[in-house]
């Protein structure tokens, strides 16, 4: 698969010059949103402030060694605006944000923090039309080349990591690729997934404590159905990350860490969703199971403090499109992003 570019027209009467948008098995799209998506969409309403907002922050130092960077999802929101408003300063913090990048070279940093922060520069880069060798060859060093301070490439962590770290990189690795044309590196880490969550990958490296788990001897990235421990429901707990709050025990041990990996997780569904090749379904709806134990079970059993909080809030609508849930409201939150991307305003555009 080699994607490929469409030229649209230019409307004259609005000011606003449509670009090249990303074509992918036939159908013209792009790999978050598009602006053909978002050319009713309203402007206003907490999503639109929020995506609004981002756009509006400074974006002229982005840092993809620094794993608490906004940088990146505020280049996202950006884009998003641009194509929804055509205004060319939107589109221009885009490009000189990829090209500050390309500029610098080699990141420095973990492979977790460029998991976390180059997807979203890669979905602006694809919403505004932007492409060029310098930026594609870049991504190249970023997915295989370049070597983190773990001691990895950014795919080789994601094929050995079963967790938050793993995920991130799905995520940024699904976009990349896709960017890219490398239809066949997008299928073959989607298949990685896909064995994970079917407990048929022999790759990962599980962390010592594998008490998470149905069966320590079966190993899943996400519990299977039906799964019992002890008299303790663990169907969708993601085990290496949920190990991170401590070992196995009711009530289970408060950690973050299992929605931070739905964060990729949800990013690298969207993008793979797009392309024509979904996992929203896969492993009787792994990710919805993985996220319904987090907000509804847990929640009501355990107590609040599993709920989607603070930036792990903006995979909510992107579940509630893929799934039928109704876990949005009008929470400020939702309508922001996370660590790797975000911004809802793209799910209600597309209503």
Not at 24 to 52: C, R
Not at 183 to 195: A, C, H, L
Not at 273 to 299: E, N
Not at 305 to 319: R, S
Request: aromatic share 10%.
């Amino acid at each position: 698969m080699k994607l490929s570019s469409f030229t649209v027209k230019i409307v004259v009467a609005l000011g606003i010059v449509l670009l090249p948008c990303t074509t992918v098995f036939g159908q013209e799209t792009g790999l978050w949103t598009s602006q053909m998506e978002l050319a009713n969409a309203e402007m206003t309403g907490p999503a639109w402030e929020a995506v609004l907002g981002g756009a509006q922050q400074p974006q002229a130092k982005p840092n993809v060694a620094n794993q608490d960077d906004n940088t990146n999802a505020y280049v996202l929101a950006s884009a998003i605006v641009w194509a929804r408003r055509g205004e060319a300063i939107y589109r221009e913090k885009v490009v000189h944000a990829v090209d500050a990048l390309v500029k610098r070279g080699v990141p420095g940093g973990e492979t977790l923090a460029w998991g976390r922060e180059t997807g979203a520069y890669v979905l602006a880069a694809d919403l505004v039309g932007y492409r060029t060798e310098a930026f594609e060859q870049w991504l190249r060093n970023m997915a295989e080349v370049w070597v983190g301070t773990d001691g990895r490439t950014l795919l080789q962590m994601y094929r050995e990591r079963p967790n938050n770290w793993g995920m991130h990189a799905f995520g940024s690795l699904c976009a990349i690729y896709a960017y890219l044309g490398q239809g066949d590196r997008v299928k073959e880490i989607r298949d990685y997934w896909i064995q994970g969550v079917q407990g048929t990958n022999s790759g990962y490296r599980w962390g010592r404590d594998l008490s998470w788990h149905m069966d320590s001897g079966k190993t899943h990235l996400i519990n299977p159905p039906g799964s019992v421990k002890q008299g303790m429901d663990i169907d969708g707990v993601i085990p290496d990350d949920q190990r991170r709050g401590g070992g196995f025990r009711e009530p289970p041990p408060d950690t973050d860490y299992p929605w931070e990996a739905l964060q990729g997780m949800v990013m690298a569904a969207r993008i793979l969703q797009r392309v024509g090749l979904p996992i929203w379904g896969v492993a009787d709806r792994a990710i919805y199971r993985a996220a319904h134990c987090l907000q509804d079970r847990f929640s009501a059993r355990y107590g609040s403090q599993w709920l989607a909080e603070g930036d792990d809030m903006w995979v909510l609508p992107f579940l509630d499109e893929a799934y039928g849930t109704h876990w949005a409201s009008d929470q400020d939150r939702l309508w922001k992003h996370g660590k790797n991307s975000g911004w809802g305003y793209v799910v209600l555009a597309g209503k």
